[in-house]
């Protein structure tokens, strides 16, 4: 999930949380009680200061240590002391620890159901949790939270029922989700027992715009079976929609239903039989340990020369919308003669040394 809207579901809650008082002296007024939920549910994605020590070491750590349940009450600690510190003796720490918690969980929630991975358990475990129902830029999600906050501050009357209810239909729109997360992964199913894939195994993503859009892949052996499926539509577009060229009709027409599926096969170690010894080769380097472990969709998809020598270069296709964006996350070893592999990343024409 994005940091805006994190923050933003923080100040949610923390609206929707704050109990009636009769003497407002006792608590966090109800604007500085917002702003403490809307920073705390902001504050996880701090670890974006991973990036100066190098991209691999921010990959692998993002959604670590700040996101973890077994450190949030530390890091609620530590907050709720700085904005004590902040108010400069306006307020107590103990009175913005309960509003800076509930910030940092919504925050770690926000981000589980979304596919990147999250390390709530850190620093015990780097296991990776994710319940993927939500795509990480998901306008309806943010919308809800946006409206309820809108209708909460034109309303300050009923602003904290109000503030409950948003959070009650994002609840429901994460349900919603949910449901449709398993149209999705029967339609896979169907498939994989139509092949006879036995002991394949299914992911399904979610995917941009709409609740209804997915991605599945079937994984089989070293190949990736993937398909884009729109789980509610029950048949194509017209000859005359198809024609349009507006964003829209492409959106529409490239998440099909489940009767016209177009399923494309994508190999670990790419299609070129005298290619697969040095993608296996890179694939298997001690040095690319760290993106065998960020990498869940690994592929190899080229060769390139330059004047690093040749480059291999693998992508993830947990990110990939093929024939859409570029893939986000590309990474690689080049090779002069003579001379041993050195680790790349691979961003927008430019190689990025990681080792």
Excluded at 283 to 295: A, N, P, V
Excluded at 314 to 337: E, K, L, S, Y
Aim: charged content about 15%; overall charge positive.
């Amino acid at each position: 999930m994005d940091t805006l809207t994190h923050a933003l579901s923080g100040a949610l809650l923390a609206r929707a949380s704050r109990r009636p008082q009769v003497d407002n002296s006792q608590g966090l007024t109800l604007r500085v009680r917002m702003m403490a939920g809307f920073l705390a549910s902001a504050f996880p994605d701090i670890d974006f200061i991973f990036w100066f020590f190098g991209d691999l070491t921010y990959l692998n750590n993002h959604r670590g240590m700040t996101h973890s349940v077994i450190l949030l009450p530390v890091w609620a600690l530590m907050l709720a002391m700085a904005f004590a510190g902040l108010s400069r003796g306006c307020y107590q720490w103990q009175q913005f620890y309960w509003v800076s918690a509930l910030g940092l969980g919504i925050h770690i929630l926000g981000d589980i159901i979304t596919a990147y991975g999250t390390m709530i358990f850190a620093p015990f475990s780097m296991m990776k949790l994710a319940f993927p129902t939500t795509f990480i830029l998901d306008p309806w999600f943010s919308g809800i939270i946006l409206l309820a906050l809108f209708m909460a501050w034109i309303n300050k009357q009923h602003s904290q029922r109000i503030a409950v209810a948003g959070l009650t239909i994002l609840l429901g729109y994460i349900g919603y989700q949910a449901v449709m997360q398993q149209k999705a992964i029967d339609i896979a199913e169907t498939y994989r027992v139509q092949q006879g894939w036995q002991g394949a195994k299914i992911h399904v993503l979610p995917q941009f715009l709409l609740p209804h859009h997915w991605k599945l892949v079937i994984t089989h052996g070293d190949q990736y079976h993937v398909s884009y499926v729109n789980v509610m539509k029950q048949t194509g577009l017209a000859e005359s929609e198809r024609e349009s060229n507006s964003f829209i009709s492409m959106v529409r027409e490239y998440f099909k239903p489940a009767d016209r599926l177009n399923w494309l096969t994508h190999d670990r170690y790419g299609k070129q039989k005298d290619k697969q010894d040095m993608a296996k080769q890179i694939w298997q380097l001690e040095k690319f340990s760290d993106i065998r472990t960020f990498m869940m969709f690994p592929a190899f998809d080229r060769i390139e020369q330059r004047s690093e020598g040749t480059c291999g270069v693998f992508i993830d296709h947990r990110f990939v919308i093929d024939n859409v964006r570029t893939p986000p996350f590309q990474f690689g070893a080049c090779q002069t003669q003579g001379r041993p592999w050195q680790l790349y990343r691979f961003k927008s024409g430019r190689l990025i040394r990681l080792d």
